[in-house]
Each structure stands twice: as structure tokens, then as C-alpha cells.
């Protein structure tokens, strides 16, 4: 079911992303999912811009939640939707390597923090260092950890915040979020499901990781 050529301005991308509840940036390969980049109107050029433009203004506006998620594609996220996520992965998240804990310690005490901060700070300076440092923010990040606290162009530096304090505590802590694995689980396929009801939740569930 394709979307296409509906969006004109960041109000109708807002409204995009809180339609689906969770939408990809670009088009994934061999699925019809919803993704901005199809939804905007314009040359494939105007799109891709846009796309970013808007993604990234209501991300850092804290409109929606960015992360690398579906098929470690670049995913949007609705702020209703959220809370699930967050309680369902990030809450509970165990780092599993050095690098990790490294990561969360600089963050928790120092606050927010660019990918080349980081870097310096924890002294990454072999290639395989670089490596297990850029797979360490990656696992972070789809797991609903940290979340992108700033982004800037030519050179594009990201900036890093814990996801429990980039966000207000009422974001986090929504009710119909605070519950077990399974009503998580339902929770986000009954929202997703409601939009994209051409895709099997079966299908659904392995695409949003809800295993």
C-alpha cells in the first residue's frame, strides 16, 4: 500500500508519524512500510532533504523519537509509542561490554556529549577500538539507551544524551507503558496494526523486534 507525495510541511510529518506510530525515514527493501522519504511531495532530490530536515527538527524538538530500529534503518517513533519501547528495552538494558559502561558512566555524569567528545574521552584510537566504540553507541541506541541530543552540518557531528534524561519523566513513565513484557508487546502491535493493516502482525513483530 503505497504512501506517497502527501507531505508539504513539518506539520503534516508530525501528523505522519503519529498516524503509523512508527515509520521508517527511507524506504526498506522488498516491504511496503510506512517511510517519510515516499510520503513527501517533490523531486527524489527535495525529498531526501526534507526527509532529514524534518526528522531531525522534530526529533531535537522532542516531537518524536529518532532511532536506528526497523531492518537498523533510521526509524520514527511516536511519543505515545515511546514508553512502550522504552520500558520494553531501554528500561531494563544490561550493557554487556566495557565500551558500554564507559559510554553511560561519561553520559550520566557529564551529560550530553558529541560522538567525537566521546571518542577523545574514552581514548579510542586503534581501529578496532573505533569499531567495538561505534557497534557499543549503535547497540545502545536501538536498545532505547541514548538518544540523539543534537546534530549539526558539513561536518555532521552527533550529540548523545541517556534517553531517561533527554526526555521529561511524564514522557517515559506513560501508565498504559508501565506494564509486563507480553501487554508491552500487545500494546505496540495493537497501535501499529491500527495504520498498517496490510502487513501480518506476524510479519509485524519480527520487523519491530517484539520477540
Not at 78 to 101: A, E, H, V
Not at 103 to 124: D, F, M, P, V
Not at 141 to 153: L, R
Not at 192 to 207: M, P, Q, R, Y
Request: net charge positive; aromatic share 12%; glycine share 2%.
Amino acid at each position: 500500500m503505497a504512501i506517497t507525495d502527501t507531505i508539504q510541511t513539518i506539520e503534516d510529518a508530525l501528523e505522519f508519524v503519529n498516524k503509523y506510530g512508527c515509520v521508517t525515514l527511507f524506504p526498506l527493501k522488498r516491504l511496503e512500510f510506512p517511510n517519510l522519504f515516499s510520503a513527501i511531495k517533490g523531486t527524489t532530490e527535495y525529498k531526501f532533504s526534507k526527509a532529514w530536515l524534518f526528522a531531525d527538527t522534530l526529533a531535537l524538538d522532542k516531537k518524536i523519537h529518532y532511532v536506528k530500529y526497523i531492518s537498523n534503518k533510521i526509524t520514527l517513533i511516536s511519543l505515545d509509542l515511546l514508553p512502550c519501547f522504552y520500558n520494553l528495552f531501554g528500561r531494563d538494558f544490561k550493557p554487556t561490554s566495557p565500551i558500554q559502561i564507559a559510554i553511560l558512566n561519561h553520559l550520566s555524569e557529564e551529560g550530553i556529549t558529541s560522538t567525537k567528545a566521546l571518542r577523545k574521552e574514552l581514548q579510542i584510537t586503534s581501529v578496532y577500538e573505533s569499531k567495538e566504540f561505534s557497534k557499543a553507541i549503535g547497540i545502545l541506541w536501538s536498545n532505547f539507551k541514548i538518544a540523539v541530543a543534537g546534530k549539526t552540518e558539513e561536518p555532521i557531528i552527533v550529540y548523545w544524551d541517556l534517553i531517561e534524561r533527554w526526555y521529561d519523566r511524564d514522557v517515559l513513565n506513560n501508565d498504559n507503558c508501565n506494564t509486563d513484557k507480553k501487554q508491552l508487546i500487545d500494546n505496540i502491535l495493537t497501535r501499529v496494526t491500527e495504520k498498517i493493516n496490510w502487513i501480518s502482525k506476524t510479519k509485524l513483530k519480527t520487523l519491530l523486534r517484539l520477540y
